[in-house]
């Protein structure tokens, strides 16, 4: 059994009674509206995206029973989206999060996809420092729409629909991509706007796997490369990536999430599955 199987069948192992991963007791502050979200990345939610990032077998029966347990948990039927109740109302990292998941994982998105994309299609905005055009009900939300939209949500939902078939984007969810491609675009992948010899987020250089919440710029290399974007813009972040490569030809984990289900491996050591999204990029561009 090659590593990443033995890390998958190790993460189902995990699991409780209820084929689900770790839980909060009702007696937990955050219960019930965080159940399957918290603790941070061994509830069931980050449980699932560590198995689509380890590129677990898409009809693994297994997954079926948490991922509609998930999605039914945190979906808000009034607005059509994954919410956390009143909570950074909306979340469009967890709404492109959960776009993956259901992409990944099913055939066909369910209908809770279409509607979540139909209302960011509507609503997401791409602030560069300040309000490009008029707040609307959700700029309260500052951590997400603030005067530079949160990056990582914009991020995330281009991620979910890089893994929605292209027979399935409409024009106004393919409007959404663009509106996504040239905001990261305009950052040259992960750096700033205004000054473009800075890392716009701590950390975002660095190296790291899986990818949850906060990941890093290869992560956005690796969906530019899914959706064949090329532009000159690429070109500082690619040479930034190149620049990590070692001698043996492998890449690094820089950063490492804790608390997970099982451990991908050690800081500053030769990392497989950072190696092989690297190598995907670099051959894709040809470096």
């Known amino acids: 059994m090659d590593r990443r199987q033995e890390l998958i069948e190790r993460i189902f192992a995990a699991r409780n009674e209820n ?3 770790k839980t909060i007791p009702d007696s937990h502050n955050s219960y019930p509206i ?6 941070n990345y061994k509830a069931s939610l980050w449980t699932l995206l560590l198995l689509a990032e380890l590129q ?6 297994r997954i079926k029973l948490p991922l509609e347990e998930v999605k039914n948990h945190l979906f808000d039927h009034e607005y059509g989206i994954y ?3 009143e909570d950074h109302f909306p979340i469009p990292c967890l709404n492109g999060n959960l776009l993956y998941l259901d992409c990944y994982f099913n055939t066909k998105p369910d209908e809770r996809s279409y509607r979540l994309l139909e209302f960011f299609c509507k609503n997401q905005r791409f602030d560069d420092g300040k309000y490009e055009e008029p707040k609307n009900q959700f700029c309260k939300n500052t951590s997400c729409y603030g ?5 990582w949500g914009v991020i995330k939902l281009l991620k979910g629909i890089s893994f929605l078939p292209l027979q399935q984007r409409n024009e106004q969810v393919m409007k959404l991509r663009e509106k996504c491609i040239d905001f990261i675009l305009k950052h040259h992948i992960c750096y700033s706007s205004r000054r473009p010899e800075r890392i ?9 796997f899986p990818n949850f919440y906060k990941g890093d710029f290869l992560e956005i290399l690796w969906i530019l490369k899914r959706e064949g974007i090329t532009s000159e813009k690429l070109i500082p972040a690619l040479e930034l990536l190149k620049s990590k490569q070692r ?6 984990l820089e950063r490492k999430m804790n608390n997970m289900t099982v451990s991908i491996g050690a800081v500053d050591q030769p990392n497989q599955f950072v190696t092989e999204r690297a190598n995907e990029v670099i051959n894709y561009y040809n470096l």
């Open 247 to 252: 001698p043996d030809g492998k890449w690094e």
């Open 34 to 39: 965080y159940l399957h979200y918290v603790p």
């Open 19 to 21: 084929g689900l991963w």
């Open 83 to 85: 919410t956390l109740k």
């Open 200 to 208: 716009m987020i701590q950390k975002l250089d660095l190296l790291t």
């Open 56 to 61: 677990c077998n898409r009809e693994d029966d």
């Open 147 to 151: 005067k530079h939209t949160c990056y």
